[in-house]
Every structure is written in C-alpha cells, then in structure tokens.
C-alpha cells in the first residue's frame, strides 16, 4: 500500500517539476522575467501563487504539531493569517506602484533607490537573505518527514528531500518565477483540498467536532486557554507575536518580489483582500492537531500529528495525496524562497554592490547558477549542520520587521532619510539579538517587537537632525 | 485632516488587527459558549478569517475607485 502512496507523491513533483519547466521555456530569458516573470501576472494566478508561496511546510506540520504540544498559543496563526494581509492590502499598492515606475525587482532595489544609498541596499539584501535561510532548511526538513511519513518509511527523510529539492532546483533555474508562479497554482489548489480532507481526522476518527472540544475541555482543559499546555505562552506573548507578523510579514523579500510579478496594483491587493478565506484551510490542521490528544497520545515528535492522524483515518491512497498535498506546501515555498535569494545575491551584492558593471543578462545567469548554490548548500547544512540555522531561526522574522519602518516611513513621510533609516536598522537588530540570546522576551513580549520599537525610537529622530533627501528624490516619490 | 479614500481604506484595513490585538485579554479566556462544536476563542479566529475579506472587499473597492478616476484625469 505504501507504493500507491509513493506513486502519488512522485507523480505530483513530476508533473510540477514539468510545469515549471516548460513556464519559462515559453518566454525570452531575461533578468526582469527571471526574477519577476515580467510583471505580467493577473489576480488569479497571483493568489494561488501567493497562497502557495504563504502556506508551507510549517502550516501541514507546524500547525497541528503546536496545537498538540501547546494548544491556545497557536491561535495566533490564525489571526495573524487575517491581520497579516491587512497590512499586505495596505502594502501592495505601494510596493507594486514604485517597482513598476522604477524597474525594481527586489526590496533592496527600494531601498537603495529611496534613500539613494547602495550601502543601505546591501544591508537590506544581506539581511533579508539571512532571514531566508532558515527558512528554505525548515521547508527541506518538512519534506523528508511528509515523504517519509506518507510512504510508511519505504523512503527515508534524507532521500526524500534531496530528490525534490534537486527537482526543484531543476525548475526554478529553467522557469524562474514564472515557473514557480506556474507551479504555485497547482499546488495551492492541492494544498486547499488536502487540508479539508485532513477534517476527516476530528470527524471520523474522533466523532466530530463537539466530541473532540467535549474530551478536550475535561482531560486537557489548560490546552485552551492562556498561558497554554505548557504554561510558556502568557496573553503578552499572544499579542505581540500577533503584532510582529502583522507588521512582519509582508517585509519578508520573496513576497515583495511576487507582488512586484503581478500585471497591475489591482492583482495583489484583490489577492490579499481575499487571501484570509484560502487561510480557513489551517483550521482542519488545527482540529487534527487536537485529535492526536486523543488517537495518538504517546506521539513522540508533535510535527507529526497531521501524518500519524490521518494514517489512522484513511487509506494509503489517501495518505499519499494528503502527503502530495504537504511537498507540495514545502516545494513551493521553498522555491520561491530559494529562488528570491538567488535573485537578491545577484541584484543587490552582486550587481549594485561588488560588481556594477555587470549587465542584466549577466546578472540573470548569476542569479540562476544560484539557484544551484543555494539549494546544494541548504541540502549540506540539513544533511550535516541541522542546528546551525537555528540560532538564526530565532531571529529571522524579528530582523526582517525591522525593514518596517524604512518601508512604511519611505512611502509617507518625506523627511525620512538614509541615516535614520539605517541607523533604526542597526539598532533595531542589535536589539533583537540582546532580547533573544541575553535577556530572552522581556515580560513575555516577543523580542521582534522590542526590536521595532528601538528601532522606531531611533529612525524617526535621526531623521529629523539628517539632511533631508535630495529634491529629486521628493519630487520622484511625492509628486 | 481631510477623510481620503486612501485613508479610509487605511480605516477599514486597521479594524480586524486592532480588534483581534486588543480583545485579546478578554476573548482568549472565553471557552464557553461553545459555536459549532469549537471553543468560543477558536471560533472567535474563524469568524474574523471569514469577515476579514468583506471588509478588505470594502476597502479595496473604495480605493481601486480612486485609483482609477485619477488614471483617467
């Protein structure tokens, strides 16, 4: 049984690997179309890629695993999946306006350009490529416990994930981001109707919903309200991490850069208005997270309670599609996040920092001969230096909500300069890694927020005793 | 300060962070009544996934209005 499972999941990275492909083999290889598919891409597309690229390896396993460690505190995925694109709808407008008027093709593009400093750029490209890379290793990880889990241990994790990331690494140096976009809608359309088959878990194998809130509120009461399972997780905790990824989350480089992919400003603020109701698919992984309480109390490693779930419920058939469904969730992230790397090194360290001669045809090729680069060294640093990145894990998204206020300030005020901006940046990190390693969360509050507000208190009055921007500079971006 | 489209829309797209934000304290604690078999702060998340994008509707519909009537000036 476990070989229908396997043909299952294969057959999909197959046929996504083929799609890819053939994406950028239609259109004429250049830098724009490698990086942003030549900003071509209509609202459809760009919500199944954006839902795509959104939903990882962490919502199939991340989700139902805290729910099952921790319980109430993951309730604040849920929120921050329809408080995140608030900030995102806000957001798009401006990200797609400036990029399209400008040629950008990455975030640091923008910031370079704004604040007329290829310093700053190089900063920003450093730091959004660090924040990336634990990132691209956790997709990796999450594909070797689906495939390994969903074909019964007929393949091992350490197979499973270099075969689809090799794969993957194959379609995004032919297809760029058309390709990935391409693939997106293949795999955010999978993904959805996994997750709600996932639902069979709280209804079949537990009896329903009511059942399982009924078991639930009598033999493990403190799963549902603060401070959760484990007493780690107090109402500050809640609300600050809300906040982070509120303001965090679409400073992340690889979802700018899909927004500046979209064809007109409408396409990715259609998407985002409408993006909370493709998010309703985390709340059958949730459920199967608080049934692996009952059906498999003695799990071991919580990141598999959706897998171990619904191998009690369902079929290997079913077990494979559902396993297709979670390498599809960790493929396409982890492409685009790869593939959003290997642009920003090529842009941004190469091209507008150690390299300016550099043409943008040269420049594309870089970036594509990345893609290997990147992929091979993430494989290396999964297979033999796991815990590297996970010092870098802890810090990632509070780093890159520190991009917040040059990005929000950039747009709206004109008086915000280079050496507030920088000077926020640099303050806002350093404190992010005092109250991560030295004095971890002070009163509970999430180390990114503590971050953002020193960096908030430092941008806005070193911006104000700074030579203001140059009059060009006004007059592109305020007339 | 005149009431834009854009700053309404700003209006609009602020209401689900801020309310999510700030009832935390209160709503979090709240298990019962129970909707649809869930805890009432579980459904509390579902309800606000499912009425986030009508008022994001709202407020893309006011700005793309704006949008285009400057295209076309």
Redesign the interface.
Known sequence: MEIIALIIIFSWLVITTIVAALAGIIKKFSLEEWTVASREIRSIIMYFALAAEIYSAFTFLGLAGWAFSYG?SI?YA??Y???A???G??LA?YYWIYSKKFGYITQADYFADRYESRLLGVIVAIIGVLALLPYIQLQIIGVGIIVESASYGTIDRTTAFIIAFLCTAVFIFIGGARGILWTNVLQGILMFTCAFIVLGVPLIGVG???R??DIV?REFPSH???PGAKGIHP?QW??SS??LT?LGFWMFPHLVMRVYAAKS??AP??S??????Y??LA?PI?LAGYSALILVPKLGVADMAVMETIKIVYPASIVGLVGAGGLAAAVSTGGGLIQASAAIIARNWIQRGLWPKAGDITTAWIARFLTLVITITSLLLALYAPALLVYLLLVAYSFVVQFFPGTALGYTWKRATKAGVMAGILVGCLVVILTSFVWRDPYGVHSGIWGLAANFATTIPVCLITKPPSQQVLNRFFK | MPLTAERI??LL?????IV??LS??VV??I?EP?V????F??FW??M???A??FI??V??TI??RE?RMKREV
């Open positions: 109430y309730y849920p929120a999946f329809t408080t694109y608030c900030t709808f806000l407008k329903g919903i009511d399982l809130f509120i549902l309200v603060p109402i809640y609300m809300l906040l509120t400003p409408e603020m259609r985002t208005a409408l993006m909370p109701w998010s309703i709340f949730i | 829309a700003v797209a602020a209401i689900p962070p999510l934000i935390a304290p979090l604690y298990v129970r649809l078999g869930m805890p702060n579980l998340h579902l606000w996934m499912v986030g994008p994001l509707t407020a893309y700005r793309v949008m």
